[in-house]
């Protein structure tokens, strides 16, 4: 029987988990787990990478590319 993935709990909000997001880089190279993000949207909560560098709380919205 196959078991469902388990998900972190978002430390902020305590009612969403945290769901890895992955992305594509400049060179079309996927990375994993380039975010995660709280499930809550009232949350909101997120932590990424840019460029090396850790990032948290910035607000979530759609790309505009």
Same mark, same amino acid.
């Given at each position: 029987?196959?078991?469902?993935?388990?998900?972190?709990?978002?430390?902020?909000?305590?009612?969403?988990?945290?769901?890895?997001? +992955?992305?594509?880089?400049?060179?079309?190279?996927? %990375?994993?787990?380039?975010?995660?993000?709280? +499930?809550?949207?009232?949350?909101?909560?997120? %932590?990424? %990478?840019?460029?090396?560098?850790? +990032?948290?709380?910035?607000?979530?919205?759609? +790309?505009?590319?």
């Amino acid at each position: 029987m196959h078991k469902p993935a388990e998900f972190p709990p978002c430390r902020k909000c305590g009612a969403g988990v945290l769901l890895p997001l +992955s992305d594509y880089g400049r060179d079309g190279a996927a %990375i994993t787990f380039k975010a995660w993000a709280c +499930s809550d949207a009232a949350c909101g909560f997120n %932590i990424r %990478i840019d460029n090396g560098e850790l +990032s948290y709380g910035r607000t979530v919205g759609a +790309s505009l590319k």
